[in-house]
Nanobody, 123 residues
Framework: QVQLVESGGGLVQAGDSLRLSCVAS????????MGWVRQGPGKERELVAA????????HYTDSVKGRFTISRDNAENTVYLQMNSLRPEDTAVYYC????????????????WGQGTQVTVSS
């Protein structure tokens, strides 16, 4: 059982950058694969980025490849999402999520979610 708290969202213009942070507590952070899930207006939830327990392997959905970077600091129980070249279609609530032992690079692999942080990108 792990609790997750996101921060770093906000209102920005297209082309700007944001860095989201997620601090975990109540579990052994290094034992969880971590991901960032987003849900935009009128859209389904999607796993935008994920990272293995060691941090060696990452996964990104096609629409953010080359723009977003997920990273983790196991010593600080923190996972980050660096978002560059933001587009209006990136507007969504972004959730930090901790995964299970399998399916680390799929949405169904994540069972513990934070409250979310709003990212709004204007044209």
């Amino acid at each position: 059982q792990v609790q997750l708290v996101e921060s770093g969202g906000g209102l920005v213009q297209a082309g700007d950058s944001l860095r989201l942070s997620c601090v975990a507590s109540g579990g052994t952070f290094r034992n969880y694969p971590m991901g960032w899930v987003r849900q935009g207006p009128g859209k389904e939830r999607e796993l935008v980025a994920a990272i293995t327990r060691s941090g060696i392997i990452t996964h990104y959905t096609d629409s953010v490849k080359g723009r977003f970077t997920i990273s983790r600091d196991n010593a600080e129980n923190t996972v980050y999402l660096q978002m560059n070249s933001l587009r209006p279609e990136d507007t969504a609530v972004y959730y930090c999520a901790a995964g299970k032992t399998t399916g680390w690079n799929t949405l169904s692999g994540y069972v513990y979610w934070g409250q979310g942080t709003q990212v709004t990108v204007s044209s």
